[in-house]
């Protein structure tokens, strides 16, 4: 990232670039929008599959010790009854009585946790951020899960809610895993997918939505490994931060305090980066005890207990370690991460230096000519290194410096150019993103010189 570009002109630099290029559109923008959704748009639905199928690899298959699910997003609500979201998944909200802002009580400058207060807090010292007056409602706890109806008929019998995280379906899908993998400890399961939570204070583009998507693991252990394997966890997590391009400057690794953690976890690290709006949480990293598939075993009344095949003595609830991810987080800190500029040919050059792993397109075949003499053959190798699993992108419009130019936009690590020499040669010059150097390679050597790059 320019050095120079840190606060909020690198965001309104990034939300325009996401929206010009494709990335990422206000949702229901034809209708006036819907707050705070958004929409991915065809190079940002490239992206975030590129990075959800990399933490696939790096976290489910590249290990021996993990597998996969995909869930169904409703579930019985009696699961969030189990774990305590029905009773307590809520935020401290208030309403400002003179311009009608519903706040977070935990956000407001000035206001004290204080159980003897009405709601819990003191809010006599703050004002309202909105329009500055001190005249609030009482505070109130504020359930996040969002609800449906499944069937027929409305009442309080259909309800179902929306999974405000994806964790909950590794422990209740628990009992069957282990009996269809045969797994012994340590083993975890992994699932991508997406999360509802009614937020409050959505905001910050993509940073807290209303529907977002997650990357979770549940990490089943013996609880007298719960300190090594918090340790490997933690280092798992540091290692996926580098593959996405994160500068360890810009990172912090927050060990929460026992009376900020959740009750039953001993201990929680927040991942915390410097976004342009300040530092805030992009990942966790808990250790949750036996908790979860404890309450569960009492809600459901089936033995969640984990028998050691090799020993039948050996029967216990798993502890567990979980670490989390948010997807879009992922996103917008890689996006932050890659957006540079720079001057090339005397011209500004915005350039972003997605990991070429990460990059929507891989390559981009422009022929210097519209001429068909150039143009059919060109778009003949664009449909090679398509049928050699490239993303590739062909662009025969305006001049070659303003096509490189949109090609370092998007971040396309390599760009090919189909020349006259071509014809002759029967080579393409082939441009690297950030050295901007130019090699020429021989039409046939193409697929895979990108190939063995990314
Ligand atoms: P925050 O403190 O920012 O509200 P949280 O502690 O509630 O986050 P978790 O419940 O730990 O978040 O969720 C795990 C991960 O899911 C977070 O680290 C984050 O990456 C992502 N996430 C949580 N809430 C949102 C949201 N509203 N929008 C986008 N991503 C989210």
Known sequence: MAENLRGPELMEKLVSLCKRRGFIYPGSEIYGGLANSWDYGPLGVELKNN?????????????????????????????????????????????????HARLRVDNLEGAVMDAGAEGGWNISGAKCPVCGKKDFGVPRQFNMMLQTHLGPVQDET???YMRPETAQAMFVDFKNVLETTRRRLPFGIAQIGKAFRNEITPGNFIFRQREFEQMEIEYFI???????????????????????????ERLHFVDISEEDRAFYSKRTVDV???????????????????????????????????????????????????????????LLVAMLEAYHEDIADNELRIVMRFPY???????????????EELSVPARMLAQQLREADLAVDYDETQSIGKRYRRQDEIGTPFCV?????TITDGAVTIRDRDTMEQVRVAIPDVAHYISSRL
């Not at 150019?417 to 020499?421: M, N, P, R, S």
């Open 158 to 160: 259909s309800v179902v």
């Open 357 to 371: 792993w990460m990059a929507p397109v891989k390559v981009a075949v422009l022929p210097l000519s519209k001429k």
């Open 272 to 330: 915390e980066y410097d976004y342009p709006f300040g530092q805030k949480e992009l990942y966790g990293l808990a250790y949750r005890t036996d908790y979860d598939l404890s309450k569960h075993e009492q809600h459901s009344g089936q033995d969640l207990k984990f028998t050691n095949p090799d020993d039948q003595k050996e029967k216990i609830v798993p502890h567990v370690i979980e670490p989390s991810f948010g997807v879009d987080r992922t």
């Open 222 to 248: 013996r609880e007298e490994e719960s300190a090594e394997q918090f340790e490997h966890w933690l280092d798992a997590m540091k290692k996926w931060l580098t593959k996405i391009g994160v500068a360890p």
């Open 417 to 421: 150019t189909y020349d006259f020499d």
């Open 51 to 99: 990075i959800k199928q990399m933490w696939w690899k790096m976290f489910v298959q590249r290990r021996g010790d993990m597998v996969g699910i995909d869930a169904a997003l409703l579930m019985n609500p009696k699961v969030w009854v189990a774990t305590g979201h029905v009773a307590t998944f809520s935020d401290p909200m208030v309403e400002c009585k003179a311009c």
